[in-house]
């Protein structure tokens, strides 16, 4: 993370803070934060040249949307979840979008059609840039697209937590390459939509999820056997 969100002249606190917020969450989604790396608090202000106060404010909004993790009298540390913890996620989103899906089915109009296609479009050229945190934000936007003209605000509102979770979880343990799949997807998704293919669509909107779920799990199972290997190698810890 770079120490360029320092407040100069001219700069509001707002400012300041949501400068600190890109960064921090800039590096999560590209994965250079690993599990359960503890952010501590002294030298990201110094980082930042910030003072405690306002960091502890951005540190508070990433802890209540999921990703990072707050402990009383510890501090602020990234997530380190579980494979249950994953699939949980996972399920609670399958749930959600199954009928998000149903909904959509069919109903998608001219304006619906060119938004969804837009954003494709977008997250192909983020992946072409190699901007890989754009392309994972832009990834899980999509999924809250759909919601919003489903259901609406308060749809996304349930929908977003679990959304920004699994981000979390992908930039933590699925390698970087393995979202340039994720537009084709999502163009499938749409295409079944619009022709009105409620099976279809529910399997591609399915599949999509369950694939990306399985690469998690696995890549997290990984690096949990070789922490634990770390661990028991040395007989003197």
Request: neutral net charge.
């Given at each position: 993370?770079?120490?360029?969100?320092?407040?100069?002249?001219?700069?509001?606190?707002?400012?300041?803070?949501?400068?600190?917020?890109?960064?921090?969450?800039?590096?999560?989604?590209?994965?250079?934060?690993?599990?359960?790396?503890?952010?501590?608090?002294?030298?990201?202000?110094?980082?930042?040249?910030?003072?405690?106060?306002?960091?502890?404010?951005?540190?508070?909004?990433?802890?209540?949307?999921?990703?990072?993790?707050?402990?009383?009298?510890?501090?602020?540390?990234?997530?380190?979840?579980?494979?249950?913890?994953?699939?949980?996620?996972?399920?609670?989103?399958?749930?959600?979008?199954?009928?998000?899906?149903?909904?959509?089915?069919?109903?998608?109009?001219?304006?619906?059609?060119?938004?969804?296609?837009?954003?494709?479009?977008?997250?192909?050229?983020?992946?072409?840039?190699?901007?890989?945190?754009?392309?994972?934000?832009?990834?899980?936007?999509?999924?809250?697209?759909?919601?919003?003209?489903?259901?609406?605000?308060?749809?996304?509102?349930a929908l977003a937590p679990l959304?920004?979770?699994?981000?979390?979880?992908?930039?933590?343990?699925?390698?970087?390459?393995?979202?340039?799949?994720?537009?084709?997807?999502?163009?499938?998704?749409?295409?079944?939509?619009?022709?009105?293919?409620?099976?279809?669509?529910?399997?591609?909107?399915?599949?999509?999820?369950?694939?990306?779920?399985?690469?998690?799990?696995?890549?997290?199972?990984?690096?949990?056997?070789?922490?634990?290997?770390?661990?028991?190698?040395?007989?003197?810890?």
């Amino acid at each position: 993370m770079a120490a360029n969100a320092g407040r100069v002249a001219g700069e509001s606190a707002d400012d300041v803070q949501a400068q600190i917020y890109a960064s921090i969450n800039s590096a999560l989604l590209q994965g250079k934060l690993v599990p359960g790396q503890q952010l501590v608090e002294r030298e990201l202000a110094a980082a930042f040249g910030c003072t405690r106060g306002a960091l502890r404010k951005v540190l508070a909004r990433l802890g209540f949307e999921g990703k990072l993790e707050l402990e009383p009298n510890r501090g602020a540390f990234v997530p380190s979840p579980s494979e249950e913890d994953i699939r949980a996620t996972y399920r609670a989103r399958q749930v959600m979008e199954a009928g998000v899906v149903v909904s959509l089915c069919g109903a998608l109009d001219s304006g619906m059609r060119r938004q969804l296609a837009a954003h494709v479009r977008s997250e192909k050229k983020a992946l072409r840039e190699g901007r890989v945190d754009e392309a994972v934000r832009l990834a899980g936007q999509f999924h809250l697209i759909l919601t919003e003209l489903a259901g609406g605000a308060a749809l996304v509102a349930a929908l977003a937590p679990l959304v920004a979770r699994t981000e979390l979880y992908k930039a933590l343990f699925d390698p970087s390459k393995a979202t340039s799949c994720a537009p084709d997807e999502h163009a499938q998704i749409i295409a079944a939509l619009d022709a009105g293919e409620q099976v279809a669509a529910l399997a591609t909107a399915r599949e999509h999820l369950a694939e990306i779920e399985e690469r998690v799990v696995r890549q997290a199972r990984k690096r949990q056997g070789r922490d634990l290997k770390a661990v028991f190698a040395d007989p003197a810890t």
